[in-house]
């Protein structure tokens, strides 16, 4: 079993829609959760980062923890063509250390 | 604030040759991370450093080393390439009292 996993993708959402993004982590005891965009030759770029149970909100970007359940999950809302792009979760199993885990990442493409 | 620096951007380099890559944090960030980035693995943690210290280590044999300077910048040293050293090589950094990562720009390393 993988440490974070996320279905590869692609998922495909029409323009205008809600995108869902979801991830799940096997170490128990993480700490911090991240979520991070990345376009095709370019370097991830941080949009969220949660660390307790419950949603947290950024204009058009909801994230959700779950810690019980060990799922993490991105929603979108209003999506744009320039939403399109691989999208990685993250987390940080030790608290104090900068020791990211990724997923392999969930390829979104919004259709216009 | 000025963002994640990496030089170079793009090398290429043959097999068993060395190579040196360089990352400068943002201002006031004290902590730098390393992550090989390739198709088939993802991002993989490398190394951290705080402090011109290690302080977390990824599974990489030892070809793979770093070191970090009195003003936080880092670099990282790839010894005796190997065709499968091909990836990107990014770095993160982190300061404050927050464990959120922000990524330079990567540096492409070519092996042939």
């Known amino acids: 079993q993988k440490e974070v996993e996320q279905n590869s993708g692609p998922l495909s959402v029409p323009e205008g829609a809600i995108a869902s993004l979801n991830c799940t982590y096997s170490d128990r005891v993480s700490q911090s959760f991240f979520w991070y965009r990345q376009y095709s030759g370019k370097s991830p770029e941080l949009i969220m980062s949660?660390?307790?149970?419950g949603d947290k909100e950024d204009g058009r970007f909801t994230a959700q923890l779950n810690k019980a359940s060990q799922y993490v999950s991105l929603l979108i809302r209003d999506s744009q063509p320039s939403d399109s792009a691989t999208y990685l979760c993250a987390v940080n199993q030790i608290q104090g250390a900068q020791k990211l885990v990724f997923g392999q990442g969930t390829r979104l493409t919004i259709n216009p | 604030k000025a963002g994640v620096t990496q030089t170079p951007r793009y090398l290429i380099k043959t097999r068993g040759q060395q190579v040196t890559l360089s990352c400068s944090p943002i201002?006031?960030?004290?902590?730098v991370s390393w992550y090989q980035q390739t198709p088939g693995q993802g991002l993989q943690f490398l190394f951290e450093?705080?402090?011109?210290?290690?302080?977390n280590k990824g599974n990489f044999p030892g070809r793979f080393s770093g070191r970090q300077f009195s003003n936080s910048r880092s670099e990282m040293n790839v010894s005796t390439l190997e065709l499968g050293d091909s990836a990107l090589y990014l770095c993160?950094?982190?300061?404050?009292?927050?464990?959120?990562?922000?990524f330079g720009p990567g540096t492409r390393l070519t092996v042939l």
């Open positions: 993160a950094t982190s300061g404050g009292s927050t464990d959120t990562q922000y």
């Open positions: 201002s006031g960030h004290r902590s």
């Open positions: 450093y705080f402090s011109e210290t290690q302080r």
């Open positions: 949660i660390y307790s149970n």
